[in-house]
């Protein structure tokens, strides 16, 4: 069965950096991109970007630009997310989610979501 | 602000049926056959129900049904249930230069 299974949480303080894993497994990596979707408290979803493992080639959000970098290592299944430079509005859930298959698509499975939280 | 217009939040009882719309434009919505909804309980991932506009994974209930007209979408649930009580978003592919857009979400409350 498809399975991503994501870091723990985290605490940074502002100004910091912050990387979060995914690894996956049930399914050939290398077909599905995988996104990033995060949740502020209290707030909706937001999609941050994506990369595709099979050529590492990635699409970010025009807001996260310069900020977020999303990596991928085909020899573990695992995708990451790091985002610098982290701001009091940063604090939020991160998700890594299977899709799209290019060029569009839906998220079809998700992980449990890493909680990171910016303080001072 | 959310790029995608939902209603904030929805009502029925149990065993009506209720439909959440999402209003975009001609570069998302309205352009595209990408139109996907999720579902999410309090403390928990979403859940793809509907992409595609209209198609339902496998395991998804019937009682979830998509559909779109122009630059809106929307997601009907018939014979509502106290298990569908959640938060609903709706998502799609836009041609500006951030791919995909949510939808603010709509809560939905069984009563």
């Known amino acids: 069965q498809v399975q991503l299974d994501q870091s723990g949480t985290e605490v940074k303080k502002a100004g910091a950096s912050v990387k979060v894993s995914c690894k996956t497994s049930?399914?050939?990596?290398?077909?599905?991109?995988i996104s990033w979707v995060r949740q502020a408290p209290g707030q909706g979803l937001e999609w941050m970007g994506w990369?595709?493992?099979?050529?590492?080639?990635?699409n970010y959000a025009q807001k996260f630009q310069g900020r977020v970098t999303m990596t991928t290592d085909t020899s573990t299944t695992t995708a990451y997310m790091e985002l610098k430079s982290l701001k009091f509005g940063d604090t939020a859930v991160y998700y890594c989610?299977?899709?799209?298959?290019?060029?569009?698509?839906?998220?079809?499975?998700w992980g449990q979501g890493t909680l990171i939280t910016v303080s001072s | 602000q959310s790029a995608l217009t939902q209603p904030a939040s929805v009502s029925g009882s149990p065993g009506q049926s209720i439909t959440i719309s999402c209003t975009g434009t001609s570069s998302d919505v309205g352009g595209y056959k990408y139109v996907s909804w999720y579902q999410q309980h309090p403390g928990k991932a979403p859940k793809l129900i509907i992409f595609d506009v209209s198609n339902r994974p496998s395991g998804v209930s019937d009682r979830f049904s998509g559909s779109k007209s122009g630059h809106t979408a929307s997601l009907t649930i018939s014979g509502l249930q106290a298990e569908d009580e959640a938060d609903y978003y709706c998502t799609s592919y836009t041609s500006s230069t951030t791919l995909e857009v949510f939808g603010g979400g709509t809560r939905l409350t069984v009563l």
């Open positions: 990369i595709n493992p099979y050529d590492g080639n990635t």
């Open positions: 049930g399914y050939t990596f290398k077909i599905y991109t």
């Open positions: 989610a299977r899709g799209p298959v290019l060029p569009a698509g839906p998220f079809d499975f």
